[in-house]
């Protein structure tokens, strides 16, 4: 889990990147897999030194066999979520936009156990109670929607995504930070878990941070004029940002 | 002199890591050779690009919408298709911004209600990606 929660992290971006879907299925099949041999090698690397496993490993090729596998399952999900390939793609154009998608997924389920600190950030006392978790979870969700908004993706992706891959895009944006804060082994996890008061337990932080996240994506949206009035297509421009956006909050969650 | 880093304990792998290793290999082996067999035995040559044109479903304001697809049947991809559609004197332009090779990309152009010809359109330009 914690290797999924780097590659989320990591991969989510290029994901939301126009460029990613129109190069996957044009550059030569060759030229990609060039590019996914070298990273298979980094990520051998990466695994020995780092790796998504506590302490290092003494079998960093198995581990980044795992991490490239595991990374080309979760990019092809998210692809299909997005509707980026499907029943109708061509099997040679689902393959370059996959593969292209899971270098960087890769790279961040390979660097796993570095994402979070294993003790919480510098000052991350100064974020205690429910207040710090949701101030911190709006941080997070701020740069990750400041980097997509302004860009035409979540315009795109939300004219092409019908009801049933809307209704998907919120489970996972519910979902996958769920994982990621309470389930991905990152430091702190013990506490996090352990947080009473009613806005503190595992289920109702992960909606309150959802809802930061929806809230983060809505404003954003509005402040580059995506969306200036709440009917169908704004709230399905708004739903497509807050999955980068709670995945952002999650991180954020992560490092206190 | 510093101390080494202390190494992960070797130990044997439980049934889940089994399935997760082979799930994994199937997952890698199934992308490279995906890749390798449409690197070595995919279609080649240079894009060919054949355009269908049809009034379009949704209803649109101030015209009459039609619809383009154009379907890429040639062994590479095309970037900035340019098409133009005629009905009768009134022409209009539409750029698709990549049309990859085995697949099709639709748009849509309005011409107004007057223009009752039939209407025709070819690709006017693109460039290799």
């Known amino acids: ?256 | 002199m510093t101390a080494a880093k202390p190494r992960g304990m070797r130990r044997e792998r439980t049934p889940f890591e089994w399935a997760l290793l082979l799930v994994s290999l199937a997952a890698a082996l199934t992308l490279a050779v995906g890749l390798a067999i449409s690197a070595f035995t995919g279609a080649s040559g240079p894009a060919d690009l054949e355009v269908d044109i049809a009034m379009a479903e949704a209803p649109a304001s101030g015209g009459r919408p039609l619809e383009i697809t154009v379907t890429n049947i040639g062994g590479t991809s095309a970037e900035n298709v340019v098409v133009e559609v005629t009905v009768g004197d009134v022409a209009r332009e539409v750029t698709l911004a990549l049309v990859a090779k085995g697949d099709e990309e639709s748009a849509t152009v309005i011409v107004p209600t007057s223009a009752t010809a039939t209407p025709h359109a070819e690709v006017l330009s693109y460039s290799d990606p």
């Open chain 1, 1 to 256: 889990m914690r290797g999924v929660a780097g590659g989320v992290i990591l991969g989510v971006p290029l994901l939301y990147t126009q460029e990613t879907w129109l190069h996957g299925r044009s550059i030569a099949p060759v030229v990609i897999l060039a590019g996914v041999i070298a990273t298979f090698g980094v990520n051998v690397a990466l695994s020995y030194f780092v790796g998504f496993r506590p302490g290092r490993t003494h079998r960093p090729v198995e581990d980044a066999v795992v991490g490239m596998g595991i990374s080309i399952v979760l990019s092809a999900m998210l692809l299909i979520l997005l509707h980026r390939i499907g029943s109708g793609t061509l099997p040679e154009n689902a393959l370059g936009v996959t593969a292209l998608t899971t270098i960087p997924v890769s790279i961040g389920f390979a660097v796993g156990a570095a994402l979070a600190p294993s003790q919480g950030g510098e000052a991350s006392e100064g974020f205690e109670g429910w207040r710090g978790d949701l101030l911190i979870a709006a941080g997070g969700a701020l740069v990750f929607a400041l980097n997509i908004a302004p860009t035409a993706e979540p315009v795109v992706l939300a004219a092409e995504l019908d009801g049933v891959h809307l209704s998907l895009l919120v489970v996972a944006s519910l979902v996958l930070p769920y994982l990621m804060v309470f389930y991905a082994e990152f430091g702190g996890r013990d506490q996090r878990i352990a947080s009473d008061g009613a806005t503190q337990g595992p289920i109702t932080e992960t909606l309150l941070a959802y809802g930061v996240a929806f809230a983060v994506s809505a404003a954003m949206l509005a402040m580059f004029g995506r969306v200036d009035t709440m009917n169908q297509a704004a709230l399905a421009r708004v739903v497509t940002l807050a999955f980068p956006a709670s995945i952002g909050a999650a991180l954020g969650r992560m490092l206190i």
